[in-house]
């Protein structure tokens, strides 16, 4: 490894960057040592490093670009997600960055992205902050050592939290910006201490550059049985992917991101990033054991006397997070590649309380589902959010899709009927009432239910038709009693349930005639007035 601390150029590709210190490829250890005299942060009971992001705690969607130029413009789905650039605006802002990083200490990654070293591409990541680094080092794949001499960047990340953007002249909306130029293969970060911002930036580069490959990108966590048979979970985020998929009884694959190509499926990262609001032992065993010395927690409350976290303190935010390898995992298999999925779950959080806790998939819904992606915004992910709001995400992961919807659900359609996958949709929000009267449905019954669907015992059930939304609700599933299967029997007040599920199945109508009205979406859709009433 190279520890050079001279005044040297880190980013030839670029554009010089004169340092006064930088650090390529530390090791962890002193990663946290610096850190922790930079004060950074703090270390915690478990050996973790406690980390604050200050404003933003959360993604912050407003705030992201795509630079539009000629290579690139015709093929982005442009809109409120994926906001135009000039290049000229991008070229300003970069200038003002690169000045501003003159004679700064930088510390350097070198990795790379999927774990299918038939796709593999890899990244160079330069980071202000050493802690930010070690959350880097965590999230995406290690080059091997023989690997980094001569490295050679498919695409860079340059992270500088300490850098405000001045929206009067970089063309901005605040002082934090998230941009994406895919002609340079460069990604600029500032603003914003919040370190899901590399990731997720990371996995929108993705989802432009694996499709191309004939790679299905996803926003799903996946894990593997004993036999080799591959589960997807689908979702966005606090809806249960990392939670549901750490299961002691599989191999952990991967948590949030993955593709799919001709020969199965493979992690696009080397870690994970785990919300960890209300996390317990009992509850969680896995997720808890890994939040240990090199691992880098986000935004919670530590005591200062015992150091250690009090994570059911949601006092700074509701998205309070951590990061660490895969590997911290017990049982996650590396390198994360396995075969074609045999069972994908979609997974929402429903804030009405009116969704059955599982439900199986046949034909048109499942690309009606996917791409309506129903599910709730959960407090703290996203700036501004306190409680659950019902939301539909396309794809199960609209903010981070460059390209239109129909590339990724054609794609996700004919994988699924080639490969005979079974596909489900299960909620882990609320039953017997919306979110604020109801509760929560209980995690180990939700565990029964995805250990049901995974083992195939949902087959020869008998099944019932959801009047509200046509889903095939199952009259048993072993674990889960019986009852809480259709959503109905839950409520106190069934006149209430009606009311409250007519509602949501408005709504459902309401985006999927948005989604009709798009041309490219048309023929995917069919020319049925809504695929839910099938």
């Known amino acids: 490894m190279n520890y050079n601390n001279n005044k040297i150029s880190i980013e030839k590709e670029v554009e010089l960057i004169n340092t006064a210190k930088v650090h390529y490829n530390l090791p962890i250890a002193k990663l946290v040592e610096i850190a922790l005299t930079r004060h950074e942060g703090k270390l915690t009971s478990s050996g973790a490093l406690s980390v604050r992001t200050g404003k933003y705690t959360g993604r912050s969607p407003n705030d992201k670009f ?62 202000e902050m050493a802690w930010q680094n070690i959350f880097v080092r965590h999230l995406f794949l290690k080059m091997e050592p023989a690997l980094l001499k001569g490295f050679k960047p498919s695409l860079t990340v340059i992270a500088a939290p300490n850098f405000q953007a001045d929206p009067s002249i970089d063309k901005t909306n605040s002082e934090a910006f998230i941009i994406i130029n895919f002609s340079r293969r460069l990604i600029l970060i500032g603003g914003t201490h919040y370190a899901g911002e590399i990731k997720k930036s990371v996995f929108s580069a993705l989802n432009f550059l694996l499709p191309r490959q004939n790679v299905l990108s996803m926003h799903c966590s996946a894990n593997m049985g004993k036999e080799g048979d591959v589960a997807l979970f689908f979702g966005l985020s606090g ?46 065993p896995q997720i808890w054991d890994a939040i240990r010395f090199g691992s880098v927690v986000e935004n919670v409350v530590v005591d200062p006397v015992s150091a250690e976290i009090d994570f059911n303190d949601s006092s700074i935010t509701e998205n309070t997070r951590a990061g660490y390898p895969v590997e911290y995992i017990s049982g996650s298999l590396i390198p994360g590649v396995g075969g074609h999925p045999r069972v994908i779950i979609f997974l929402t959080a429903d804030a009405f309380g009116v969704m059955p806790p599982v439900a199986k998939l046949t034909g048109e819904q499942i690309i009606y589902h996917f791409l309506l992606g129903y599910t709730s915004k959960l407090a703290g992910t996203e700036r501004g959010i306190t409680e659950p709001v019902a939301t539909f995400s396309t794809c199960f ?4 899709l460059p390209l239109n919807p129909q590339i990724y659900a054609r794609m996700l359609e004919e994988k699924v009927s080639r490969h005979q996958t079974d596909v489900y949709l299960v909620n882990t929000g609320w039953s017997g009432g919306a979110y604020g009267t109801g509760k929560r449905i209980e995690l180990k019954y939700t565990r029964s239910i995805v250990s049901a669907v995974i083992k195939g015992q949902l087959n020869s059930v008998e099944y019932d038709q959801d009047p509200f939304f046509n889903l095939m609700i199952p009259r048993e599933c072993p674990g889960v009693p019986q ?11 069934r006149n209430a349930f009606q009311k409250q599920a007519g ?32």
């Open 483 to 493: 009852e809480i299967l259709h959503p109905e029997n839950t409520w106190k007040d």
């Open 239 to 284: 809806t249960g992917k990392t939670t549901l998929s750490a299961d002691p009884e599989r191999f952990l694959i991967g948590d949030d991101e993955h593709g799919w190509s001709e020969e199965g499926i493979f992690n696009l990262e080397g870690g994970c990033y785990a919300k960890c609001i209300n996390l317990s032992r009992e509850r969680e």
């Open 397 to 400: 992961g609209a903010p981070f």
């Open 66 to 127: 795509i630079v539009n130029d000629g290579e690139v413009s015709k093929d982005i789905w442009w809109g409120d997600i994926n906001k135009p650039m000039s290049q000229e605006a991008f070229q300003n802002i970069y200038n003002r960055l690169l000045a501003y990083l003159q004679n700064r200490e930088l510390f350097v990654f070198e990795g790379y992205a999927c774990a299918d070293p038939n796709y593999r591409y890899p990244i160079r990541f330069i980071n």
């Open 503 to 534: 509602h949501l199945a408005d709504l459902f109508e309401d985006n999927y005639s948005k989604l009709k009205s798009s041309e490219e979406l048309r023929d995917l859709l069919g020319s049925s007035r809504s695929s839910r009433l099938k």
